[in-house]
């Protein structure tokens, strides 16, 4: 038994991986494993000999809590439009809770909620709040809060008022229907907690994503280039959750690609293609019949590297059809005529497929329950501030190849042009 791989591992997939291990659970045989895996070929006897190593008891819990906000009158989040206010419901939003403890007591609580992103206000009100249930148990430093950055769910959550001039404001309802749904969620992780083993699988799946800058890619050094047989990361990592008896308990499963099936026309609040895929996978495991939210299987599909990695495979193309200006991605030199359709006939048929691919992909890892990695070794997590303001950078990356320093932010002519995704992406 081993981790399906090709023969050129991606420098995206060894980011991914390692972000698991040491932000995640930190499970030594499996940093060994990826270790190992940097070499071509695939016939390590260590990688067979740590796959078939029993795995660890951990106490695992996992819940699920609605975060959907205000679904009228209120400005969405991610496309950065003020006339895009929600007008009504396509998927609800989601908060996915996973509480991990080891034998010496260490724990990590892992979110993967429906927002385009995880605020600073978001994860101090949850923290807050986690500290008066639970006082010194969920600390800033181990809960994790992620988002599958949607651009379909309310916004104004932010405390910073850039984040919040396109929704004309801070949204107090939208901001308690989030910060009160994580929480919610982890109670429901805290109380379900109890012995359970960990598992992980991966492979590639392919036909869902595309890198929406192909041209800054290849400013990247050739040799860098060599290396890889795609521009954009193809990798998806399912971990597998189980109770010692055997009972199934959920997946999480990180795939890089932009929730960014839905376009910035649309007008209903949607968790898009992750969000469809954790449906269909709640709802395979749970039965057709199961009230979302109610299922004892709960399926996160969290985000990975999915920077410029787009959902939108058709590729981008100019109104007449024919493809955009492949250096400046504009149409007649006008950025926001320059459109990446997805692969359906409509946003709503791409966020089935783009979704669908996920799920089933994810399904195939987690039913192959003998191909999959057991985790051993004690949890570890990392958690850190960073003054971005005052960076020191190395001249290599400065045009004067002098050593600079960073400074206050700032929003350049790239953000406000957007990406093939639309205006604002």
């Known amino acids: ?21 040491l932000l995640c659970l930190g499970v030594l045989s499996y ?27 951990y106490r695992i819990g996992r819940g699920i809590y609605d975060v959907t906000g205000p679904t009228a009158e209120e400005g969405m989040m991610g496309y950065a439009m003020p006339q895009q206010r929600a007008e009504g419901l396509h998927l609800r939003l989601w908060a996915r809770a996973y509480i991990f403890v ?14 385009c992103m995880t605020m600073q206000s978001v994860k101090l009100g949850v923290i807050e709040r986690l500290q008066v249930l639970y006082p010194g148990l969920y600390t800033m430093e181990n809960v994790m809060l992620t988002g599958t950055h949607t651009h379909s769910g309310p916004g104004g959550f ?30 429901r992780a805290h109380n379900d907690l109890g012995d359970g083993v960990l598992s992980l699988s991966r492979d590639w799946l392919d036909d869902s994503n595309i890198n929406r800058s192909p041209y800054a890619y290849l ?19 399912v971990l597998r959750l189980d109770r010692a008896t055997g009972e199934e308990l959920g997946a999480i499963t990180w795939f890089a690609v932009h929730c960014t099936s839905m376009n910035n026309t649309n007008k209903l609040i949607s968790s898009d293609n992750k969000g469809y895929a954790a449906y269909l996978f709640e709802k395979a495991k749970n039965g057709n019949r199961t009230i979302m939210g109610q299922g004892n299987f709960v399926a996160a599909f969290a985000q990975s590297n999915e920077g410029d990695v787009s959902p939108n495979t058709k590729g981008p193309h100019c109104p007449n059809g024919q493809a955009c200006d492949f250096a400046t991605s504009t149409c007649n030199g006008k950025t926001e005529e320059c459109i990446s359709p997805g692969p359906g006939d409509n946003m709503y048929e791409s966020t089935q497929i783009i979704g669908t691919n996920q799920f089933k992909k994810a399904m195939s890892l987690f039913d192959n329950k003998a191909g999959a990695v057991p985790l051993q070794g004690p949890i570890h997590f990392i958690h850190t501030w960073v003054n ?7 001249a290599k990356f400065v045009p004067t190849n002098k050593t600079g320093q960073t400074c206050q932010a700032a929003y350049g002519y790239s953000f406000a042009a957007g990406t093939t995704d639309g205006p604002g992406a």
């Open 1 to 21: 038994r081993r981790l399906p791989r090709p023969t050129q591992p991606t420098m995206a997939t060894r980011a991914s991986s390692s972000l698991l291990v």
């Open 31 to 57: 940093a060994v494993k990826i270790d190992v895996a940097q070499h071509e070929g695939g016939h390590d006897a260590l990688l067979d000999a740590i796959s078939s190593l029993a795995p660890t008891t």
């Open 102 to 115: 080891d034998s010496a007591g260490t724990r990590l609580a892992f979110v993967s909620s429906d927002l």
């Open 158 to 187: 932010s405390w910073y008022a850039l984040y919040d001039i396109t929704t004309l404001g801070f949204s107090e309802k939208n901001y308690e229907a989030i910060v009160s749904g994580i929480v919610q969620a982890i109670v």
């Open 219 to 237: 400013f990247n050094p050739p040799q860098e280039r060599a290396k890889y047989a795609w521009d954009t990361d193809k990798n998806i990592t």
């Open 388 to 394: 971005m303001t005052n960076i020191t950078v190395d």
